[in-house]
Structure formats: C-alpha cells, structure tokens
C-alpha cells in the first residue's frame, strides 16, 4: 500500500478552506519549520512548500483531493511534527470541517429567516398599496359623482334662471297691456259721461264750466306732472314704462300713466284714490 501525505494536515486547515485562508496557514507553518530556526529542518521545509504549492493552485488541488478523498490503495500519512505548534495542538481536519459545517448552517439559517421577513413585509407592503389604491379610488369616485351633482344643479340653476325671465318678461307684457287697457277704459268713460251729459240736455257750457270748477281740486288727461303731484302727492312707487313714459302708484290699486312729454295719458283705480275728473 503505497502512502500519501495529507497536506491540509500539513498546514492544518480544513479541506473547505480558502486561498486567503491556505495562503495565512502557509507562511505560520513556514516560519517553524524554516532551517534557519533551531526546530526546523529541510525536510519538513520542503513538505511545507510543496502542500502550499499543490493546495494554492486549483487545477492541482481539484488533482489531488480527488485522490485524496478516493484513496483506497494509500495509507495517508503526515510528515511533519506539530509539537511545536502549541496553539493548534487539538486541531484536527474533521473537528474544522464539522465548525465550518455548523458555522454554514447558521447563516443558512439566518438566511432563510431574514429572507422569510423580507417576504413578510413585502406582502404588508403590497397589501397596503392595494388597500390606499382602492380607497382613492373611491375618494375619485366620489368626487365625480360631487361633480356630476354640482353641474346637474348648475343646470337646473340655469333653467330657473330662464324660466324666471320668461316670467318677468310675461309679467310686464301683462302690465303693459293692463295699462293700455285701463287708459281705453279711462277714455271710454269719460266719453260716456260727457255723452250722458250731453243727453240730458246739458249745454257744453255747463260742462265746461264744471270741468274748470273741479280743476283746481283734480287732474284729468293731459294734466302736467307737477299738477298731479300737487293734487296727489309724491306716489308711492315709481316705474318706468318700457314703451317711454312713467307709471305714478298711490297704493296698490290705482296708478296714473304719463306719456313721454310727461302729460297725463290715462289712469286706473278701483278704490277712489285718485282725485281725477
């Protein structure tokens, strides 16, 4: 059976060790086995370098740990003395490889365990995402629906508008027209009594002179501004005729219109207000 020399033993690291890690084992070795020191010799100098050379370079150490590990016709041996290397004295291959193992299996762990964290506050993350998304999406939602109110009042708003103009517009065509009808109607009448006048053999002297009589104390058509107020007073409201001219108010049911020159045209009252002949 033929021998062969362990050389991890020779620089006692383990069979998983590093380059960094040969290389460092390498020069403590060297130093005690030198010949230059009072323990060291050639022979294990040499054997040092060479387990150095051979472990150091990757195609030769691929080489020979498959010899190593499939030994069956070698005796592994060890050719150098360790009684010099104190710190190391219970070292052994095995005892490292099982450290290295285990010190493996607890970044594996640790590993695992902070990969399993990380999933968990990814998934709370992307669940929050969701949870916020959703939720502007509905504040979104309701905003529209705000909105879509708001124009659909805006709308209405506009309709009331129109219609109330068609109103206000219908109400002085209205007024217009119960103006003029109320000044026919004021001319009617006055035909009417003078013809009854006439009728019962009245002279127009008569007339006449009881139309200057009352003069004083009334207003008839074509009375001035200035004589009605005289007579009336200052009417309780004001309006501007949109045809020209203006519509004096005492109380709510009589009124007397003026035409553009200001001259009385005609008037209405239902409840004898008006001092007028």
């Excluded at 052994?92 to 968990?120: D, E, H």
């Excluded at 008569?206 to 007579?231: C, L, M, N, P, W």
């Amino acid at each position: 059976m033929k021998d062969i020399i362990d050389y991890y033993e020779i620089l006692r690291v383990s069979y998983f060790a590093t380059s960094e890690e040969i290389k460092e084992a390498y020069r403590r070795k060297v130093k005690d086995v030198h010949p230059d020191k009072v323990q060291g010799n050639d022979e294990d100098f040499k054997i040092v370098k060479e387990a150095y050379d051979v472990l150091s370079n990757e195609e030769k150490r691929r080489h020979f740990n498959d010899i190593l590990f499939n030994a069956t016709n070698f005796n592994v041996i060890s050719k150098v003395s360790y009684k010099k290397e104190e710190p190391q004295e219970n070292y052994s291959p095995q005892s490292n490889t099982s450290q290295t193992k285990s010190k493996t299996n607890k970044w594996k762990i640790f590993a695992m365990v902070s990969i399993g964290f990380c999933i968990v506050l990814i998934s709370l993350g992307v669940w929050g995402f969701d949870y916020y998304e959703s939720q502007i999406v509905e504040v979104g939602k309701e905003n529209n629906t705000l909105i879509q109110r708001l124009s659909e009042a805006e709308n209405d708003n506009s309709v009331l508008d129109s219609r109330l103009e068609d109103v206000t517009k219908e109400n002085l065509k209205l007024t217009e027209e119960n103006i003029e009808l109320n000044t026919e109607l004021s001319g009617v009448l006055d035909e009417q009594e003078l013809k009854n006048s006439l009728d019962s053999n009245k002279s127009a002297d008569e007339i006449t002179s009881r139309y200057v009589e009352e003069y004083d104390d009334a207003f008839t058509q074509g009375s001035s501004k200035e004589h009605v107020k005289e007579i009336m007073g200052t009417p309780t409201q004001l309006m501007q005729r949109p045809l020209g001219g203006e519509s004096w108010w005492y109380g709510e049911t009589a009124w007397v219109n003026f035409d553009s020159n200001g001259r009385v045209e005609g008037w209405y009252d239902t409840g004898g207000v008006l001092k007028v002949k």
